[in-house]
């Protein structure tokens, strides 16, 4: 079974401030599959990135930055000098590279607020 | 490029009341999934599709619940009858399978409210 920990469910932050959310993750596949959605007070689902099992290097975009550490199951985001704009629900994904096509399952999602 | 299409965007019903959420996902995917936000139980995956087939559906709550995806461009979930416990919010999203898993691309959602 596939399990998605996402241990923080809201965090607040100053604008400027740097933050980080943590995502753990637990699977039996040896191909998989993780993702970040961002869920905005507008209520869409915006992808944000999608990285495989084997792929193990940070991923730098803009203010945006993810640590893949398959040591530890975990996929990190980080938000540099966040934004009001920063403001949403975020959520950690993961989908097996097995028979089941590509099924997500989501964490609980961490409720980030950036207070100017 | 159009993202995936949902309609409608908000609806309020009375229970017992027949509910028809529909999809468009994006055009040239070939998997298509049903889920469902609630703030108890997060996101859900209800079922999904591929090439129009469903392929999975143990997510579906109850019989009251049921999809269909009379072609490539077009999904329906439908509730019948409708009771308040069923008010969430319903996302389709769309991907295309080439070998990988491929990133699922969400709607804007059904905003849907049963009194």
């Given at each position: 079974?596939?399990?998605?920990?996402?241990?923080?469910?809201?965090?607040?932050?100053?604008?400027?401030?740097?933050?980080?959310?943590?995502?753990?993750?637990?699977?039996?596949?040896?191909?998989?599959?993780?993702?970040?959605?961002?869920?905005?007070?507008?209520?869409?689902?915006?992808?944000?990135?999608?990285?495989?099992?084997?792929?193990?290097?940070?991923?730098?975009?803009?203010?945006?930055?993810?640590?893949?550490?398959?040591?530890?199951?975990?996929?990190?985001?980080?938000?540099?000098?966040?934004?009001?704009?920063?403001?949403?629900?975020?959520?950690?994904?993961?989908?097996?590279?097995?028979?089941?096509?590509?099924?997500?399952?989501?964490?609980?999602?961490?409720?980030?607020?950036?207070?100017? | 490029d159009a993202g995936v299409i949902q309609s409608p965007?908000?609806?309020?019903?009375?229970?017992?009341?027949?509910?028809t959420l529909r999809c468009k996902p994006i055009s040239g995917h070939d998997y298509l999934f049903w889920?469902?936000?609630?703030?108890?139980?997060?996101?859900?995956?209800?079922i999904y599709f591929n090439n129009n087939v469903p392929?999975?559906?143990?997510?579906?709550?109850?019989?009251?619940?049921?999809a269909k995806m009379p072609n490539a461009s077009f999904s329906t979930l439908k509730?019948?009858?409708?009771?308040?416990?069923?008010?969430?919010?319903?996302f389709c999203a769309s991907s295309f399978l080439?070998?990988?898993?491929?990133?699922q691309y969400f709607g804007p959602?059904t905003?849907?409210?049963?009194?």
């Open positions: 079974a596939q399990k998605v920990t996402q241990a923080q469910t809201e965090i607040s932050v100053v604008e400027k401030e740097d933050v980080t959310l943590d995502c753990v993750y637990e699977t039996r596949d040896t191909t998989y599959y993780l993702f970040w959605y961002k869920q905005p007070p507008s209520g869409e689902l915006v992808f944000l990135i999608r990285r495989n099992s084997f792929d193990e290097q940070n991923e730098i975009s803009g203010r945006y930055s993810w640590n893949f550490q398959k040591s530890t199951s975990s996929f990190n985001f980080t938000i540099t000098a966040s934004q009001v704009v920063d403001s949403a629900v975020y959520f950690c994904a993961l989908s097996g590279d097995n028979n089941a096509g590509n099924m997500l399952t989501f964490g609980g999602g961490t409720r980030l607020m950036v207070k100017p | 965007r908000h609806e309020v019903t009375e229970m017992g009341q027949e509910v889920y469902r936000q609630t703030m108890m139980r997060g996101l859900e995956l209800l392929i999975d559906d143990s997510g579906m709550p109850e019989d009251r619940f049921s509730i019948q009858p409708s009771e308040p416990r069923d008010s969430a919010v319903y080439a070998g990988v898993a491929e990133t959602g905003r849907l409210l049963v009194l």
